[in-house]
């Protein structure tokens, strides 16, 4: 049976005391709670990656700290690039790859992504990677073929032992910091859609065991409904992960 998987993306969000307290305060929560069938990540901001590790290392906690973006080379005249070893080297252990900010703001085409996918899981991070169609690809139906072409050219080309340790996030764009919230049946609906691609190219065993969480403006007051569909494994979360209240009630859920 999959583990239950909660991650919060953090953005360009918080400054370094808010950092600090919100990583204390989720490792104070941790210790309250039982979080032991749950596995927890968090990805802030590069900057205090080092520094939230160092704090959740002391205090023993369970939490797995992730950064946001990796470049899609190793290394050389980069400027402003974090490799997938330097991440892995301050003791980070995953890296989100192929969200639809970067997608849009970056123009990171799936080519540049599926490079970021391989280095980072060649400096052992688990890839977070992101899929998902805009309001329009909806509204036209073309929601499955978007993300299918979307993962087709990407992580369903890695090889299997790879995808095993990859985790796939499903973010409908549309639903994005806008408030709005794919309903749980539409959330199951592409969830089965993926889960069915990745048995397709790599067989049943391998797509029971891949995580795909779903990411899109979940909160505590939806997060029961949508993490008990039976292909949502999880959840990549936004601005519910800058509270830790907000963040540790989706957890329970």
Known sequence: MRRRLIAGNWKMNTHWNEALTLVAELVHTEAQENWADTD??????????????????????????????????????????????????????????????????????????????????????????????????????????????????????????DMLTTVIAYEPVWAIGTGETASPEQAQEMHALIRQLIADAFGREVADVVRILYGGSMKPDNADALLSQPDVDGGLIGGASLKAADFSAIIRA
């Open 40 to 161: 927890v990540a968090i990805f802030p901001p590069s900057l205090y990656s080092r520094h939230a590790i160092e704090f959740i290392q002391n205090a023993k906690s369970g939490i797995a700290v992730g950064v946001q973006n990796c470049a899609s080379t190793e290394n050389g005249a980069y400027t402003g690039e974090l490799s997938a070893s330097m991440i892995r080297e301050i003791g980070a252990k995953a890296v989100l790859i192929g969200h639809s900010e970067r997608r849009e703001y970056f123009q990171e085409t799936n080519e540049t992504l599926l490079a970021k996918t391989k280095l980072a899981l060649s400096a052992q991070l688990t890839p977070y990677f992101c899929c998902g169609e805009l309001l329009q690809d909806r509204k036209s139906d073309q929601h499955k073929e978007v993300v299918t072409r979307q993962l087709s050219s990407t992580v369903l080309t890695l090889s299997k032992e």
